[in-house]
């Protein structure tokens, strides 16, 4: 089975500007998380979607948006881009049930000058 | 407030030996753990996982031992290859709720010395 896919693999923009980022789960998986790594706040959650749907959110303010299509592929939004959004954006894939390993793509990394 | 926490940044370990990675939590509704391997640049590769109602799985070299009452896991590799050079996070999960949200420590990058 093929894994995760993610692109663009590299991104730079400049503030003010937006992005768009794509996730392609493994084939069955209908449920897709994106997290976003820092240096300095590490490894954090962003949304869930499941079913087209948005299930579960963390704590990021409303620039950050997603959504998912009938495939279960998924886009992932950044609006008004802030220097601190430089990060590597991770999206992970998994069946969506309670217990499910997630599995994750290579990530997109974006640089925001 | 950090709800999972790996305490050690680094760890260096010669070739051979065992690795003991450690990991400790706060939240006492996370009830299902991983271990994910990471190189710079890549994304987390899955490891091994436990649920809360066993205390040690294992899956060749790698084991995985959780001690609820202390809120505690950790991972032993055995025996360490140069290969096993990568930086490890713990996660966590909980049962309702954001139950399919991970919570991420921050990291241990273990390096195996030939």
């Known amino acids: 089975k093929a894994g995760v896919t993610q692109t663009p693999r590299y991104l730079i923009k400049t503030r003010g500007q937006q992005v768009t980022l794509s996730c392609s789960p493994i084939s069955g998986h209908r449920s897709v998380s994106w997290y976003q790594q820092t240096p300095g706040q590490g490894l954090q959650f962003l949304f869930e979607?499941?079913?087209?749907?948005?299930?579960n959110k963390g704590n990021f303010p409303g620039r950050f948006s997603g959504r998912q299509f009938s495939n279960s592929r998924s886009e992932m939004n950044v609006s008004t881009l802030e220097l601190g959004d430089s990060a590597l954006y991770l999206c992970?894939?998994?069946?969506?049930?309670?217990?499910?390993?997630?599995?994750f793509g290579p990530g997109t990394r974006l640089t925001v000058l | 407030d950090q709800q999972v926490k790996q305490n050690s940044p680094s760890l260096s370990v010669q070739e051979g030996r065992i690795s003991i990675l450690n990991c400790d939590y706060t939240n006492s509704m996370f009830d299902y753990f991983l271990w994910y391997k990471k190189y710079p640049a890549e994304g987390p590769t899955f490891l091994i996982s436990i649920s809360s109602i066993k205390d040690k799985n294992e899956d060749g070299r790698f084991t995985v031992f959780l001690n609820k009452s202390a809120k505690h896991l950790s991972l032993h590799i055995v025996p360490s290859q140069p290969g096993d050079s990568a930086v490890y996070f713990c996660a966590a999960s909980g049962t309702s709720g954001s139950a399919r949200q991970l919570t991420f420590g921050s990291g241990t990058q273990l390096t195996v010395l030939p």
């Open positions: 992970a894939s998994s069946l969506g049930q309670v217990g499910d390993t997630q599995y």
């Open positions: 979607y499941f079913s087209e749907t948005q299930r």
